[in-house]
């Protein structure tokens, strides 16, 4: 199995292991990191948990995507809910664990990696982080009770970053409240072995240091004033016609229309909701459906199968979408909401 799950000195530790697939999480080690934290819940030589990842790219860049489109790809769309049914359930575990959850975030962190690390009660990023919810460009949307970390975002944040896949540096990731230390990655193997000697998760904090500031603090008025509108077009119709309203709208442009439709009713659903179980209910509503009547499969065969960047979504626009089938694809399922 590509991770390595462990006990050692007072902590548990659960390591990535497929750096050449920068990490991406399978079904496979869904279910083992769910049951490593069941037996260690109530194991008092377990003060805390830290999730990390071998390799310098990625702590991980996603969920195994491929897999799931191996599979719906030939009309079998029963193996992708399945995962994703197991993977939310795990996502609000960790949300709710009741020891401290520590996750080191180097490189990409995005989709399913944000699932199975962001959740967490101490979660900390370095110099490489680059931390993101890219779903709408491959036909899903921001998913792994992502759609609640965005919610918490200040202002019009989780809109923006929800639709338009925007790379956060750790400094941005702690303004939109994806993170909450900075540490250097020099100091990471040293916080590591102080965990594990100590089992106290206030080396975290010993270790903090504060960013430099990153880009989206200065974007803040701007997302504000155009990330309020009631639907994803008056969103793009009221960008501006400078640089930056130009190369924004043309990168919502090129996602998913219904992706990126039911992405900020998701957001907003979610920030109603504040609950990370009624959030993964929600995101299942679609993911469930992404495959039979959304654009997943063509998504992840224009950027992952084929690679010609030209994916044929099933809306010409953003303006062909209607309110009818965003309410459609976040319906109860025919068989009625998970329970996570």
Same mark, same amino acid.
């Given at each position: ?181 900075? %540490?250097?990655? @020099? ?12 089992? /106290?998760?206030? *080396? !975290? #904090? &010993? ?92 998504? %992840?065969?224009? @950027? ?12 010409? /626009?953003?303006? *062909? !979408? #209607? &309110? ?17």
């Amino acid at each position: 199995m590509s991770i390595r799950i462990r006990k050692i000195g007072r902590i548990g530790q659960i390591t990535l292991q497929r750096p050449e697939a920068l990490n991406a999480v399978s079904h496979e080690m869904v279910l083992a990191i769910e049951a490593a934290l069941d037996g260690w819940r109530d194991d008092e030589r377990v003060a805390c948990v830290l999730i990390d990842a071998e390799g310098h790219k990625a702590f991980s860049a996603g969920g195994d995507l491929q897999f799931m489109y191996e599979t719906a790809s030939k009309g079998d769309f029963e193996p992708g809910r399945t995962f994703w049914r197991d993977e939310y359930r795990l996502n609000a575990k960790i949300a709710n664990y009741p020891k401290p959850y520590i996750a080191l975030c180097q490189g990409f962190t995005m989709g399913g990696g944000v699932g199975v690390s962001l959740h967490g009660s101490h979660r900390v990023v370095g110099e490489s982080s680059k931390i993101a919810m890219p779903e709408c460009a491959v036909g899903l949307i921001p998913d792994v009770g992502g759609s609640l970390l965005l919610a918490r975002a200040p202002g019009r944040l989780g809109e923006y970053l929800g639709i338009t896949g925007y790379r956060m540096n750790a400094s941005d990731a702690i303004l939109a409240g994806f993170a909450d230390y900075f %540490i250097p990655e @020099a100091d990471w193997p040293g916080l590591t072995e102080t965990l594990i000697e100590t089992g /106290d998760w206030s *080396a !975290v #904090t &010993a270790l903090a240091r504060d960013p430099e500031d990153g880009p989206l603090m200065a974007l803040r008025q701007q997302v504000d004033a155009h990330f309020g509108g009631a639907t994803l077009t008056e969103i793009v119709g009221s960008l501006p016609a400078d640089d930056w309203g130009s190369a924004t709208a043309k990168t919502i442009r090129s996602a998913s229309p219904l992706s990126a439709a039911s992405a900020i009713e998701l957001v907003r659903r979610a920030r109603a909701s504040g609950n990370i179980r009624v959030a993964l209910q929600q995101e299942y509503r679609f993911t469930s459906r992404s495959a039979s009547q959304g654009d997943f499969v063509e998504g %992840i065969r224009a @950027a992952i199968i084929d690679k010609d960047r030209n994916p044929q979504w099933r809306h010409k /626009d953003i303006e *062909a !979408v #209607t &309110a009818a089938e965003v309410e459609e694809m976040l319906s109860e399922p025919p068989e009625g909401d998970i329970a996570v």
